[in-house]
């Protein structure tokens, strides 16, 4: 599942966590508007070896009264006491109770030992019917389990089926929601009663963790799998997907269509998906396999846009997992109101609507970190399944990881190494809020697991352990892996098993230290060079805290040497394996460089003494991303002259992360490197850079940029681009932008919009209000919360009626469940921003003026009180408390 990888940003559960999590990005808002082959470890090269600290770590006193032993919380694997192996559902729905009408048909036999009793997950039902053969049998139901009576004892391997009517009000039985899957509902009717004009009627489906038992029973454990048939009963102007494949459909007298599909590979039951709605389906081929896309009909011509690169990705991990695609057909879904990001449901994807996007507005942005991230799961969470939600990251860190691996084959390694750093510095921001092992047995509830440890901390340590073993004994290694563990459930030991099988290596080092323990080491690193000796002195030391840390880690790093201007480097390989090391190394002159973690493996924290002379040195010769960037970033606050040459360097750098990283460094308005930033608006391949180097232009003030700003205007494609130049413009030629703006006022790009908007709002015209709330809807994420707040900028300038219609309509969305999260918030947000301006003003009245502003004030209170008893997302609630 994707909440978009998850870093500092991720809005999407799961493959823009997207984009990680809901709550970090809410409160970021809220702050801002208030490895080829194996890598053979050698004895380390010193001269000197030193073991310089010893850390003694105590346990804490224990508390009085206390006999200080306590076994830690343990979320075992669910125990297992029937098999069950074939799921069959016929279904229809009511979509005014939204309620689905349920017939199943569940295979089981006994897991091992002797049963007359089966439990169900089936949560908030109406259970009309138990039968066997035929008879009914007794059952008791308390709203969340089904326990049969089955009449007699069933020996192990003793098959039988048991056969249910029920009703399910998924809506009804919803008890909360996480920060990465935001609802427990399992089965969603979309704008069931039609009333929502702009709004599709759909049904969809989300499983994981444990909810689809909210719309058939089952037994709903990730370590359960079976066969599936489903028949679905559907008004015939739908369009139904489901896993597997479509054996028939067959139209009804009274206007309905019942669709049959099969899957006959076992799958785990929270992979089992719906998917209903009026949709444009087109198909496409890969080998033997049909691969369709699912989008909403004005999006016909962009679905293979929208889904870029599909075919390639599915050749590309087939190849390189040694395991051909193994599944009947692949299918990917777009819904409205999605609860998460994406949910790899086995042979059939659903994706939030942030996917659905013009051809043309995908020039900015692709979608294939999170396709990628959704089809690595069908080798890894589908075929093979984490046996427990502790275990989590043995799907979540492979399908980031397969974000990696596929930037890397398809764009390069920078690109893929820049990505990597993202999902560090994710990870790494996460740990400000707690830190826990990777396999998670102590995890206060299961969808907590959704976090950047899982997700991008899993995905980097298996970029590790790909460095560690060599490239082809980690391809060989997962091969062996799958192989070996496909249509089971697996933990991290299976996956350490089959990669010493490959290798020979003993891996449980690795895997205690990097899955079984918390945290990541945090190094100091210095340098000393004696001109005498000829010696190079590197010192390690290992500072984070041993209280919630490994006190030591043990590292394999590289360490380059670079003596002369050659830029090649000697290579050393050392074992930090000390809390503090020093290492020695024979060196004929002083190096202009010494570079540790040369490959820039380390999932870690470094603070690297480095001097400015050895960055400039670095930006020019190290080769990986990684050192080029550091470089820039520390040489930006460096005094030495040759620093801006750097930074000059930089602007024409091959990777355009680093080519934007040094435009947001560049001094605003010098003269020498303003002719480069004109090029690069104009020039740069990378949509982002060349918006970047607009936005700088005008910071520097000069006017004679305007024409460049309208030249992107009149010629440039990306969406991206011309909302900068628009936004330059208006600092540059505030009056000319005006008449910009008006040509551009039909675009739907929300970033066009949303500049437009500001630059009404600066006009102080309140006729370019009806062009506010004619583009309410075109407008979400940042671009809401700005655009909002321009309107009421605006509208503060008419009288107390319109300012209160205004609020109204604000609050109209606010209190639209069926609107996304950032939306509402976007219009909480500047209702209350206006009851605060309202609010200053009390102090500076008196008498009736002072006694009319307090009762208005107390309105919008009511208002925002409202919006709150409405507001169903926690995260949201959470944030309104400060309002």
């Known amino acids: 599942m994707n909440v978009g990888s998850i870093t500092t940003l991720q809005l999407n559960k799961k493959s823009n966590l997207i984009d990680m999590n809901k709550a970090i990005i809410l ?5 801002f508007f208030s490895c080829d082959s194996t890598k053979k470890i050698a004895e380390v090269p010193v001269v000197e070896y030193e073991d310089l600290d010893t850390l003694f770590v105590s346990a804490p006193p224990m508390e009085p009264g206390s006999n200080g032993y306590e076994l830690p919380k343990y979320n075992p694997s669910f125990t297992r006491t029937q098999d069950l192996l074939h799921t069959k559902l016929d279904l229809s729905f009511d979509w005014e109770q939204e309620a689905v009408i349920g017939k199943s048909w569940l295979k089981m036999r006994p897991f091992f030992y002797p049963a007359d009793i089966l439990a169900l997950d089936a949560k908030g039902f109406e259970i009309h019917k138990v039968m066997m053969n035929g008879k009914e049998l007794k059952y008791d139901y308390n709203g969340l389990k089904l326990e049969i009576q089955l009449g007699k004892l069933f020996e192990s391997g003793q098959e039988y089926e048991v056969y249910i009517e029920y009703t399910a009000y998924p809506k009804k039985t919803e008890t909360h929601s996480g920060q990465a899957i935001l609802s427990d509902q399992g089965l969603f009717f979309i704008n069931a009663d039609g009333s929502e004009a702009n709004k599709p009627q759909q049904i969809w489906t989300q499983g994981e963790t444990e909810n689809n038992s909210r719309w058939f029973p089952t037994i709903d454990k990730p370590n359960e799998r079976c066969t599936q048939e489903v028949t679905v009963t559907v008004d015939d102007k739908f369009t139904t997907l489901s896993n597997g494949l479509l054996v028939s459909s067959k139209k009804n007298p009274d206007g309905t269509r019942t669709d049959y599909w099969n899957m006959d590979q076992p799958h785990a039951p929270y992979l089992f998906m719906l998917g209903i709605g009026e949709y444009a389906v087109v198909k496409d081929k890969w080998k033997d396999i049909e691969l369709t896309y699912y989008v909403e009909p004005k999006y016909e011509q962009d679905a293979k846009a929208i889904f870029s690169n599909t075919k390639e990705m599915m050749t590309f991990f087939s190849d390189f997992t040694g395991v051909e695609y193994p599944w009947q057909k692949y299918a990917q879904i777009v819904v409205r109101d999605y609860v998460s990001g994406a949910m790899e449901n086995t042979t059939s994807v659903i994706f939030g ?14 979608n294939e970190r999170i396709v990628a991230h959704e089809l690595v799961h069908h080798w890894f969470g589908d075929l093979v399944t984490c046996e427990s939600w502790a275990n989590l990251t043995m799907n979540e860190g492979f399908a980031n990881y397969g974000e990696y691996l596929w930037f890397e084959h398809k764009y390069g390694k920078d690109e893929a190494d820049n990505h990597l750093l993202t999902e560090l510095n994710g990870y790494l921001a996460s740990c400000k809020s707690g830190i826990h092992p990777l396999i998670h047995f102590e995890y206060d509830d299961k969808e907590h697991m959704f976090d950047a440890h899982s997700y991008n901390k899993g995905g980097l340590v298996l970029h590790m352990l790909r460095h560690h073993v060599g490239d082809k004994a980690f391809r060989a290694g997962l091969k062996r892996y799958l192989n070996e563990n496909e249509y089971t459930a697996v933990e991290a030991h299976d996956l350490r098993l089959a990669f010493e099988d490959v290798t020979g290596l003993d891996l449980n080092w690795f895997f205690d230290q990097w899955y079984f323990s918390a945290g990541h080491p945090v190094l100091d690193i210095s340098y000393e060079y004696d001109e005498v000796t000829k010696k190079q002195t590197v010192l390690i030391e290992q500072t984070q805290n041993p209280e919630t840390n490994p006190p030591i880690f043990q590292l394999p790093l590289a360490v380059d040497i670079y003596v002369g201007e050659s830029g090649v480097p000697r290579r050393e390989e050392i074992m930090v394996n000390q809390r503090k090391q020093r290492f020695v190394f024979d060196v004929a002159e002083k190096p202009k460089l010494v570079n540790v973690d040369a490959d820039r493996v380390l999932l870690g924290e470094v603070a690297d003494e480095k001097s400015d002379q050895s960055y400039l040195f670095q930006y020019r010769h190290a080769p990986q991303f990684r050192d080029r960037i550091e470089a820039i970033r520390v040489l930006a606050k460096s005094s030495l002259p040759e620093a801006k040459d750097v930074m000059v360097a930089a602007l024409n750098d091959k990777h355009w992360s680093i ?8 001094q605003a308005g010098d003269k020498e490197t303003e002719a480069i930033l004109a090029k690069l608006a104009e020039n740069d ?23 460049v700003a309208q030249k992107v205007i009149d010629k440039d494609q990306s969406y991206l681009a011309i909302a900068a130049a ?16 008006q040509k551009l006022e039909k675009e739907e790009s929300g970033e066009v919009v949303n500049v437009i908007g500001q630059i009404y709002s600066a006009s102080g015209d309140t006729n370019y209000l009806s062009f506010f709330e004619n583009n309410f809807e075109k407008v979400d994420g940042y671009d809401a919360m700005s655009f909002f707040g321009y309107y009421m900028q605006l509208i503060a300038r008419t009288n107390p009626q319109i300012i209160a219609g205004g609020m109204e309509k604000l609050k109209g969305i606010a209190v639209n469940m069926g609107q996304s999260p950032w939306r509402r918030f976007a219009a909480t947000k500047s209702i209350n921003d206006m009851r605060g301006a309202y609010q200053a003003e009390v102090p500076k009245v008196e008498g009736e003026n002072k006694t009319a502003l307090l009762a208005y004030v107390e309105s919008i209170t009511k208002m925002i009180d409202e919006i709150k008893a409405k507001e169903t997302n926690d995260e949201l609630q959470m944030f309104y408390k400060s309002f």
């Open 27 to 31: 409160f970021a808002i809220l702050m």
């Open 685 to 707: 391949p990378k949509s982002q850079v060349r918006a970047l180097a607009l936005r700088k232009l005008a910071m520097g003030g000069d006017n004679r940029w305007t024409s």
């Open 726 to 741: 628009l936004e330059a413009l208006a600092a540059l030629d505030p009056v000319g932008s005006l008449a910009y703006a």
């Open 353 to 366: 609507e942030f996917v659905q996007r013009t051809t043309r507005e995908l020039l900015d942005d692709h």
């Open 659 to 666: 080519r934007a990283e040094a435009v947001n460094q560049v």
